[in-house]
Protein backbone atom coordinates (compact mmCIF):
# COMPACT_ATOMS: atom_id res chain seq x y z
CA UNK A 1 0.00 0.00 0.00
CA UNK A 2 0.92 3.68 -0.87
CA UNK A 3 1.20 6.26 1.77
CA UNK A 4 2.51 9.79 1.84
CA UNK A 5 3.72 12.02 4.85
CA UNK A 6 4.42 15.47 4.73
CA UNK A 7 6.95 16.92 7.08
CA UNK A 8 5.73 19.99 8.91
CA UNK A 9 1.92 21.10 8.92
CA UNK A 10 2.94 25.14 9.12
CA UNK A 11 5.81 26.37 7.32
CA UNK A 12 6.60 30.38 7.54
CA UNK A 13 8.86 32.07 5.01
CA UNK A 14 9.41 36.13 4.79
CA UNK A 15 8.49 37.24 1.56
CA UNK A 16 11.19 36.38 -1.25
CA UNK A 17 12.82 33.32 0.47
CA UNK A 18 13.01 30.02 -0.46
CA UNK A 19 10.25 27.68 -0.28
CA UNK A 20 10.87 24.05 0.84
CA UNK A 21 7.85 21.75 1.37
CA UNK A 22 8.61 18.21 1.92
CA UNK A 23 6.90 14.78 0.96
CA UNK A 24 8.42 11.41 2.04
CA UNK A 25 6.21 8.56 -0.14
CA UNK A 26 6.10 4.56 0.43
CA UNK A 27 5.43 2.55 -1.90
CA UNK A 28 6.72 -0.85 -3.33
CA UNK A 29 6.19 -0.08 -6.67
CA UNK A 30 7.13 3.18 -9.16
CA UNK A 31 5.16 5.98 -7.54
CA UNK A 32 2.94 8.47 -9.90
CA UNK A 33 3.50 11.69 -7.58
CA UNK A 34 1.14 14.90 -7.08
CA UNK A 35 1.82 18.79 -5.99
CA UNK A 36 -1.22 20.62 -5.33
CA UNK A 37 -2.39 23.74 -3.91
CA UNK A 38 -5.76 25.12 -2.24
CA UNK A 39 -6.40 28.60 -1.47
CA UNK A 40 -9.09 29.12 1.60
CA UNK A 41 -12.70 27.67 0.39
CA UNK A 42 -11.64 26.70 -2.55
CA UNK A 43 -10.83 23.38 -3.90
CA UNK A 44 -7.26 21.88 -5.38
CA UNK A 45 -5.19 22.55 -8.01
CA UNK A 46 -2.37 20.73 -9.66
CA UNK A 47 1.06 22.30 -9.07
CA UNK A 48 2.89 19.75 -10.78
CA UNK A 49 3.07 15.86 -11.05
CA UNK A 50 5.85 13.03 -12.43
CA UNK A 51 4.54 10.05 -13.74
CA UNK A 52 8.09 8.98 -15.77
CA UNK A 53 10.85 10.47 -17.48
CA UNK A 54 12.69 13.70 -15.97
CA UNK A 55 12.79 13.55 -12.13
CA UNK A 56 12.97 17.44 -11.72
CA UNK A 57 9.78 18.79 -12.72
CA UNK A 58 8.38 21.96 -13.16
CA UNK A 59 5.02 23.35 -12.16
CA UNK A 60 2.79 26.54 -12.67
CA UNK A 61 3.77 29.80 -10.31
CA UNK A 62 7.57 29.08 -10.28
CA UNK A 63 7.54 25.93 -8.64
CA UNK A 64 9.43 22.67 -8.76
CA UNK A 65 9.78 19.40 -7.44
CA UNK A 66 12.26 16.60 -7.94
CA UNK A 67 11.42 12.65 -7.39
CA UNK A 68 14.79 10.82 -5.95
CA UNK A 69 14.03 7.70 -5.88
CA UNK A 70 16.79 6.77 -3.34
CA UNK A 71 15.70 8.98 -0.68
CA UNK A 72 11.87 8.02 -1.37
CA UNK A 73 11.15 11.94 -1.41
CA UNK A 74 9.40 14.63 -4.01
CA UNK A 75 10.04 18.00 -1.87
CA UNK A 76 8.39 20.96 -3.69
CA UNK A 77 10.56 23.87 -4.17
CA UNK A 78 10.40 27.70 -5.31
CA UNK A 79 13.35 29.88 -5.03
CA UNK A 80 11.71 32.77 -3.69
CA UNK A 81 8.49 33.34 -2.04
CA UNK A 82 5.64 35.29 -2.96
CA UNK A 83 2.57 36.79 -0.72
CA UNK A 84 0.22 34.75 -3.40
CA UNK A 85 1.57 31.66 -2.25
CA UNK A 86 -0.15 31.61 1.01
CA UNK A 87 -2.16 28.30 1.13
CA UNK A 88 -1.93 24.90 2.13
CA UNK A 89 -0.41 22.11 -0.40
CA UNK A 90 -0.87 18.21 -0.60
CA UNK A 91 1.41 16.17 -1.45
CA UNK A 92 -0.20 12.70 -3.14
CA UNK A 93 0.64 9.49 -4.31
CA UNK A 94 -0.18 6.56 -6.28
CA UNK A 95 0.71 3.90 -8.62
CA UNK A 96 -0.03 1.64 -11.65
CA UNK A 97 -2.18 -0.95 -9.92
CA UNK A 98 -4.00 1.15 -7.91
CA UNK A 99 -7.12 3.56 -8.50
CA UNK A 100 -6.71 5.71 -5.48
CA UNK A 101 -4.97 8.76 -5.06
CA UNK A 102 -3.53 8.95 -0.92
CA UNK A 103 -2.65 12.01 -0.32
CA UNK A 104 -1.00 13.44 2.93
CA UNK A 105 -1.82 16.15 5.43
CA UNK A 106 -1.11 18.79 4.17
CA UNK A 107 1.32 21.74 4.67
CA UNK A 108 0.44 25.42 5.47
CA UNK A 109 2.74 27.97 4.16
CA UNK A 110 2.52 31.61 5.66
CA UNK A 111 4.53 34.07 3.82
CA UNK A 112 5.30 37.22 5.65
CA UNK A 113 6.40 40.56 4.13
CA UNK B 1 -15.70 27.09 -19.53
CA UNK B 2 -15.07 23.07 -19.07
CA UNK B 3 -14.59 22.28 -15.04
CA UNK B 4 -16.52 21.01 -12.26
CA UNK B 5 -19.19 22.58 -10.15
CA UNK B 6 -20.68 21.64 -6.86
CA UNK B 7 -23.53 23.12 -5.75
CA UNK B 8 -24.89 24.30 -3.18
CA UNK B 9 -21.71 25.99 -1.68
CA UNK B 10 -22.77 25.73 2.00
CA UNK B 11 -25.37 22.80 3.11
CA UNK B 12 -27.44 22.91 6.73
CA UNK B 13 -27.95 19.55 8.03
CA UNK B 14 -30.48 19.39 10.72
CA UNK B 15 -30.48 16.23 12.97
CA UNK B 16 -32.00 12.89 11.40
CA UNK B 17 -31.72 14.27 7.60
CA UNK B 18 -30.55 13.45 4.77
CA UNK B 19 -28.56 15.94 2.65
CA UNK B 20 -27.62 15.73 -0.83
CA UNK B 21 -24.42 17.29 -2.50
CA UNK B 22 -24.48 17.75 -6.30
CA UNK B 23 -21.71 17.27 -8.76
CA UNK B 24 -20.99 18.08 -12.09
CA UNK B 25 -18.66 18.00 -14.41
CA UNK B 26 -18.44 18.67 -18.12
CA UNK B 27 -14.67 17.45 -19.16
CA UNK B 28 -15.89 14.25 -20.36
CA UNK B 29 -13.93 11.89 -17.85
CA UNK B 30 -14.76 8.79 -17.16
CA UNK B 31 -14.02 8.61 -13.36
CA UNK B 32 -15.89 10.79 -10.41
CA UNK B 33 -14.52 10.65 -6.96
CA UNK B 34 -15.78 12.51 -3.74
CA UNK B 35 -13.52 13.45 -0.93
CA UNK B 36 -13.98 14.86 2.95
CA UNK B 37 -11.50 16.85 3.81
CA UNK B 38 -11.01 17.94 8.09
CA UNK B 39 -8.87 20.01 9.69
CA UNK B 40 -5.26 18.98 9.60
CA UNK B 41 -6.34 14.81 8.10
CA UNK B 42 -5.71 15.82 4.58
CA UNK B 43 -8.62 14.54 2.07
CA UNK B 44 -10.11 11.42 3.10
CA UNK B 45 -11.66 9.19 -0.05
CA UNK B 46 -15.49 8.26 0.46
CA UNK B 47 -16.23 6.78 -3.04
CA UNK B 48 -15.52 6.45 -6.73
CA UNK B 49 -17.05 5.85 -9.84
CA UNK B 50 -14.93 4.49 -12.68
CA UNK B 51 -17.42 4.43 -15.03
CA UNK B 52 -21.45 5.16 -15.25
CA UNK B 53 -23.40 2.67 -13.19
CA UNK B 54 -20.54 1.34 -11.12
CA UNK B 55 -18.96 2.83 -8.28
CA UNK B 56 -16.89 1.81 -5.08
CA UNK B 57 -16.44 2.48 -1.87
CA UNK B 58 -13.46 4.66 -0.07
CA UNK B 59 -12.13 4.70 2.96
CA UNK B 60 -14.96 5.96 4.98
CA UNK B 61 -18.00 5.49 2.88
CA UNK B 62 -20.13 4.56 5.81
CA UNK B 63 -22.90 6.97 6.53
CA UNK B 64 -22.75 8.02 2.69
CA UNK B 65 -24.23 6.98 -0.42
CA UNK B 66 -23.81 8.16 -4.10
CA UNK B 67 -25.09 7.19 -7.84
CA UNK B 68 -23.33 7.28 -10.90
CA UNK B 69 -26.52 7.27 -13.51
CA UNK B 70 -25.09 10.06 -15.60
CA UNK B 71 -21.27 10.19 -16.86
CA UNK B 72 -21.72 13.83 -16.13
CA UNK B 73 -23.23 13.53 -12.50
CA UNK B 74 -21.80 11.92 -9.59
CA UNK B 75 -24.41 13.07 -6.38
CA UNK B 76 -23.60 12.38 -2.89
CA UNK B 77 -26.11 11.71 -0.17
CA UNK B 78 -25.08 11.83 3.79
CA UNK B 79 -27.28 9.91 6.05
CA UNK B 80 -28.67 10.53 9.09
CA UNK B 81 -26.48 7.18 9.55
CA UNK B 82 -23.39 9.84 9.35
CA UNK B 83 -22.99 11.38 13.00
CA UNK B 84 -20.19 14.06 12.26
CA UNK B 85 -20.85 15.03 8.91
CA UNK B 86 -19.44 18.36 9.55
CA UNK B 87 -16.94 18.84 6.82
CA UNK B 88 -15.87 20.41 3.70
CA UNK B 89 -16.33 17.72 0.71
CA UNK B 90 -15.01 17.89 -2.48
CA UNK B 91 -15.77 15.92 -5.88
CA UNK B 92 -13.01 15.52 -8.60
CA UNK B 93 -12.83 13.89 -12.18
CA UNK B 94 -9.75 12.47 -14.12
CA UNK B 95 -9.64 10.36 -17.23
CA UNK B 96 -9.25 7.22 -14.82
CA UNK B 97 -5.65 6.38 -15.21
CA UNK B 98 -3.67 6.16 -12.24
CA UNK B 99 -1.23 8.92 -13.83
CA UNK B 100 -4.00 10.76 -14.95
CA UNK B 101 -4.54 14.27 -13.15
CA UNK B 102 -7.98 14.48 -10.74
CA UNK B 103 -9.22 18.10 -11.11
CA UNK B 104 -11.73 19.76 -8.32
CA UNK B 105 -14.84 21.32 -7.81
CA UNK B 106 -15.25 24.60 -5.51
CA UNK B 107 -16.21 22.52 -2.87
CA UNK B 108 -19.22 22.12 -0.13
CA UNK B 109 -19.26 23.11 3.45
CA UNK B 110 -21.70 21.16 5.35
CA UNK B 111 -22.40 22.41 8.66
CA UNK B 112 -25.10 20.58 11.38
CA UNK B 113 -27.76 22.46 13.07
Known amino acids: AQSVTQLGSHVSVSEGALVLLRCNYS??????LFWYVQYPNQGLQLLLK??????LVKGINGFEAEFKKSETSFHLTKPSAHMSDAAEYFC???????????FGTGTRLQVFP | DGGITQSPKYLFRKEGQNVTLSCEQNLNHDAMYWYRQDPGQGLRLIYY???????QKGDIAEGYSVSREKKESFPLTVTSAQKNPTAFYLC????????????FGPGTRLLVL
Open chain 1, 50 to 55: YTTGAT
Open chain 1, 92 to 102: AVSCYNTDKLI
Open chain 2, 49 to 55: SQIVNDF
Open chain 2, 92 to 103: ASSMGQPQETQY
Open chain 1, 27 to 32: SSVPPY
